[in-house]
């Protein structure tokens, strides 16, 4: 039964195919190959993409609400670079801090601006600068165009992120020998006068006719 089974598969193979059996088979086998390959290799990819898209789902997890900082020092601010993933990403514009962390990308570790984080730069964003020297909150000397360029930027953090606090001004405490040196130097220029000699105070008419010179020569 079998075998006129087989004989009768081979009749049909070769009367609607044209092909031998063997041949029908070679080829059944070929295409299956391939089929599995195919499989394979968008199977892989699609196990790829779903495992980028689950790791990016972890880094875009909802970000903690900014924490009002207050009042810190420079030096300070520094610890908020991204260096420390738990701890916010803040960076200064004009003596003002603002949270960027949802910027990470752009301001994090690894990012085009991440020297800027942690750190006041508003002379480096007013002249599009990455040179350490003008990452800085000094912006004297800066001119009209580069103050139009800091000024956008204020804009656009004010209108994007959080202001979580200010960087505090250092003030320069005066010493006693500066006290004392400007008490010496404004009695030195309170007694200047007397020094050069008797003040050169005009003369009355009726002195003039007094004076021991005319009463001698009269």
């Given at each position: 039964m079998a075998l006129q089974l087989w004989e009768t598969l081979k009749e049909a193979i070769t009367a609607y195919t044209g092909l031998s059996p063997a041949t029908f088979f070679t080829v059944l086998a070929l295409l299956w190959a391939v089929y599995y390959v195919a499989t394979g290799l968008f199977g892989s990819s699609d196990d790829h993409i779903h495992q980028r898209s689950t790791a990016f789902e972890e880094q875009m997890e909802p970000l903690?609400?900014?924490v009002q900082l207050g009042e810190i020092t420079e030096e300070e601010l520094k610890q908020y670079d991204g260096s420390d993933s738990k701890k916010p990403l803040l960076m200064a514009i004009k003596g003002q801090i603002y949270d960027v962390s949802q910027s990470?990308?752009?301001?994090g570790p690894g990012g085009p601006y991440a020297l800027f984080a942690g750190k006041?730069?508003?002379r480096a964003l007013a002249k599009m600068s990455f040179e350490e020297k003008d990452l800085t909150g000094d912006i004297s000397g800066l001119g009209p165009f580069e103050l139009d360029a800091l000024q956008d930027w204020e804009y656009k953090f004010m209108s994007k992120y959080v202001k979580v606090g200010t960087i505090k001004?250092?003030?320069?405490p005066v010493t006693e020998g500066d006290a004392s040196g400007e008490a010496s130097g404004a009695a030195e220029t309170d007694t200047k006068p007397t020094e050069d000699g008797p003040s050169q105070t005009p003369v009355?008419?009726?002195e003039e006719?007094?004076?021991?010179?005319?009463t001698k020569e009269e």
């Open positions: 903690p609400p900014p990470r990308m752009f301001y006041d730069a508003s001004k250092t003030t320069v009355t008419a009726s006719k007094s004076s021991p010179a005319d």
